[in-house]
């Protein structure tokens, strides 16, 4: 980067850009008239101007919908680097609120780099809780399954991110894991309430019924487990769990 910065001119007035908080001063003095006009003429040089997640959230906000569009579209090699961390990309997103925006950012990323920036069971229900529309499907298919099956390693991380889920992208989700292999994710009767917690009464009921006999009184030993987790379930739930277990085989 030149160190006086890069050079714009406005309608005969000139100026030079180094960072991003002076291309936001430049774009508030004009105050809209010009946005586009400023951007076309970085566009070269915008990934070294907005560098950070801080300088991409500040220039975002002060942009119309469409050229939010044309910022991202030039940024779009440089994205996972400049958004940086999984925070940066659940606060960037919590303050767009354009479901264009947020699937143009999304793309941008790419599967590669939301695998880079989502390393945790709790990034990704961050970020599924601040998209909006089908942006939440668009973000689980860029992962992909691999990468969902590696960051959801227990029926507690599963339900963290069903919370954040509505009921038929919840199906989608466990569709895509494979309801055997959720059903392996239960490891004892707090695995399997985090799950049932997080589902509607007739996916829970579903899940109860892919269980074998044996296996979910692995998860469920015995009374004493039914009754720690009796609070998160549906009434549905407890009674086809009751049944499955057989109440009289738990032991007393």
Known sequence: MPEEGYRITIEGESAQIATAAELVVALDVLQGGHDREVLTQLR???PRIVRDPAGLHAVLRVLCEEDKLYLIEALSPDLPAIVAHAGALRD???HLADVSVEQALLR???PDGLRCLIRTPEQLAEVLEWVYGECDELALELLGPPALTRLIRSGADLGLVLKALDHARQEELIDTLGWDNVERLCQDEM???QMLR???AHLGVRLLEGFERE???AVVPDERALQRIAGYLEAAEMERLEALLGVSD???
Do not use: N, V
């Open 191 to 193: 695995d399997l309430a």
């Open 44 to 46: 070269d040089a915008l």
């Open 108 to 110: 941008g990323i790419g």
């Open 92 to 94: 960037i997103l919590a």
């Open 250 to 252: 738990c032991a007393q």
């Open 215 to 217: 296996q979910l009184a």
């Open 198 to 200: 997080s589902l509607p």
